[in-house]
């Protein structure tokens, strides 16, 4: 009998996502590992809220499955969101601190800037600007903000332009 490969233990291994907002755990969920680089952290996991959760443009729903990457030297990351039925309803994309993964923990700080992105390309849509000017982040961490607010324009202009269809 010979032992699990490296690439065979990877593919089984989960970290719990931690998403943290004003200090403390917004959520936290456990996803599959699929890949990490030493700066790009890439998960599978199902939709973890409970019920239906409705923006308005899309719906996040029991079923759902979501790709998400995560980077330790980016300010966002960046969700494939898959129905149940397998097919892309396109891009979440949330501002966060770079991640710091601590053994099986990946941890990110949101800082309320998200940006959709519709399979198609054809919705693109800036989230929560008004939540991010009344969190005092401006005035509290200056060069937080500003890089939030560069890294909310970098989405948006990879949403209008290339997409997300090769995320590196």
Request: charged share 25%; with cysteine; glycine share 8%.
């Amino acid at each position: 009998m010979s032992a699990p490969s490296a690439d065979a233990a990877r593919e089984t291994a989960t970290l719990d996502i931690a998403l943290m907002k004003a200090g403390r755990t917004k959520i936290r969920y456990p996803a599959r590992l699929l890949h990490d680089d030493g700066n790009h952290v890439t998960v599978s996991a199902p939709w973890a809220a409970p019920g239906v959760r409705d923006f308005g443009f899309v719906r996040f729903e029991p079923g759902d499955v979501f790709t998400e990457h995560y980077w330790r030297d980016r300010w966002y990351a960046v969700k494939e969101v898959y129905g149940a039925d397998g097919a892309l309803k396109g891009w979440y994309c949330d501002v966060t601190r770079p991640a710091v993964r601590d053994g099986a923990v990946l941890t990110v700080e949101d800082l309320d800037l998200d940006l959709w992105c519709s399979a198609d390309g054809s919705a693109v849509l800036r989230l929560d600007e008004d939540e991010f000017a009344a969190s005092g982040l401006a005035a509290a961490d200056p060069a937080a903000a500003e890089a939030a607010a560069l890294a909310l324009d970098e989405l948006e202009a990879r949403a209008r332009g290339e997409g997300f269809g090769t995320i590196v």
